[in-house]
């Protein structure tokens, strides 16, 4: 028989050592989830609402507001429901469907900040055909191509880990995870590795095309004033959204792969949301500040309504 057929429900692990402060935990939980929803649904109305900022640029940055909120969605509802449970369990497919937003939302972050980095390369490098390259009908494709790329890579790898013959049901971690439920399979194949390993080179592609646009920007604007001011008011925030996203994302990958059992519980439950924590709330924050039109828009918006 086939053990993914019998294993119904999955245990997770991370909140055992909570119960003293359980009830404070979900209030500061549940208040940070609704400042998340709050600043990228405020930054994503504005985009939509204002004309003057149907750019390129704000275009893939509300793409990565969407991004953020689909992704926390994966997380949040259900680690709030944890915090007030005494048992930590999901089920089969609860498991499956989490880890798949949950990796699809990494990938699809990573996806839109590419596109960033493409356009802010084309508008400071090769401005001249700015206007002619991110036409409507080439930023509706490369918007498309960003979710459809992701959501399509993560489900091939979703349907290759339900071939898997699971001899566990506890994983440790906050969340489900591809990693945490392929810990638990008592034997894996060919075809499941190259899906893997597909995906990370993929993605790594992302990365590398990543640093070698800045490369051009960064010469570019060594010997160029005005492109310098462009750089430091358009690309710092894309910089600081990367770094943070890179960060957190290689801080949990290594972990996984080897990190120390002897770590502190809480260190380990830092590590593993770290990408759920701080992008989805640093990037509508970093950009709305420092982006001029967001921040004069948004505003505007808060004088009109007093």
Same mark, same amino acid.
């Given at each position: =028989?086939?053990n #993914?057929?019998?294993?119904?429900?999955? *245990?997770?692990?991370?909140?055992?050592?909570?119960?003293?402060?359980?009830?404070?935990?979900?209030?500061?939980?549940?208040?940070?989830?609704?400042?998340?929803?709050?600043?990228?649904?405020?930054?994503?109305?504005?985009?939509?609402?204002? %004309?003057?900022?149907?750019?390129?640029?704000?275009?893939?940055?509300?793409?990565?507001?969407?991004?953020?909120?689909?992704?926390?969605?994966?997380?949040?509802p259900?680690?709030?429901?944890?915090?007030?449970?005494?048992?930590?369990?999901?089920?089969?497919?609860?498991?499956?469907? @989490?880890?798949?937003?949950?990796?699809?939302?990494?990938a699809?972050?990573?996806?839109?900040? #590419?596109?960033?980095?493409?356009?802010?390369?084309?508008?400071?490098?090769?401005?001249?055909?700015?206007?002619?390259?991110?036409?409507?009908?080439?930023?509706?494709?490369?918007?498309?191509? *960003?979710?459809?790329?992701?959501l399509?890579?993560?489900?091939?790898?979703?349907?290759?880990?339900?071939?898997?013959?699971?001899?566990?049901?506890?994983?440790?971690?906050?969340?489900?995870?591809?990693?945490?439920?392929?810990?638990?399979?008592?034997?894996?194949?060919i075809?499941?590795?190259?899906?893997?390993y597909?995906?990370?080179?993929?993605?790594?592609?992302h990365f590398?095309?990543?640093?070698?646009?800045?490369?051009?920007?960064?010469?570019?604007?060594?010997?160029?004033?005005?492109?310098?001011?462009?750089? =430091? @008011?358009?690309?710092?925030?894309?910089?600081i959204?990367?770094?943070?996203?890179?960060?957190?994302?290689?801080?949990d990958?290594?972990?996984?792969?080897?990190?120390?059992?002897?770590?502190?519980?809480?260190?380990?439950?830092?590590?593993?949301?770290?990408?759920?924590?701080?992008?989805?709330? =640093?990037?509508?924050?970093?950009?709305?500040?420092?982006?001029?039109?967001?921040?004069? %828009?948004?505003?505007?918006?808060?004088?009109?309504?007093?």
């Open positions: =028989m086939d #993914a057929s019998v294993i119904k429900v999955f *245990s997770l692990s991370g909140l055992n050592n909570t119960v003293e402060y359980r009830v404070t935990l979900f209030c500061f939980t549940l208040l940070y989830y609704l400042i998340i929803w709050i600043v990228n649904v405020a930054l994503i109305v504005t985009i939509i609402v204002d %004309r003057s900022l149907h750019e390129p640029m704000y275009i893939f940055l509300c793409n990565l507001c969407i991004s953020g909120l689909y992704g926390t969605a994966g997380f949040y259900k680690f709030l429901m944890d915090l007030l449970s005494p048992s930590h369990v999901i089920s089969y497919g609860g498991c499956l469907l @989490q880890s798949f937003v949950i990796h699809s939302f990494s699809s972050d990573l996806s839109i900040l #590419a596109l960033m980095a493409y356009d802010r390369y084309i508008d400071i490098c090769r401005p001249l055909v700015y206007h002619s390259v991110m036409t409507k009908q080439a930023i509706s494709l490369l918007v498309f191509f *960003s979710w459809l790329l992701p399509s890579c993560m489900f091939m790898n979703t349907m290759s880990i339900i071939q898997y013959k699971l001899c566990g049901s506890y994983i440790q971690k906050l969340y489900c995870s591809n990693w945490s439920i392929g810990k638990l399979a008592c034997s894996t194949s075809a499941n590795i190259i899906i893997a597909f995906n990370i080179v993929f993605y790594f592609c590398v095309f990543i640093v070698w646009t800045y490369m051009y920007l960064i010469r570019t604007c060594l010997i160029s004033k005005e492109n310098r001011g462009k750089f =430091m @008011q358009t690309c710092v925030p894309h910089l959204s990367l770094i943070s996203f890179t960060f957190v994302v290689l801080l990958l290594m972990y996984m792969r080897f990190g120390s059992r002897d770590i502190a519980q809480s260190l380990h439950n830092f590590i593993s949301i770290g990408s759920l924590l701080l992008p989805s709330i =640093m990037n509508p924050l970093i950009y709305g500040l420092k982006l001029t039109k967001d921040r004069n %828009r948004i505003l505007g918006f808060i004088r009109d309504k007093r």
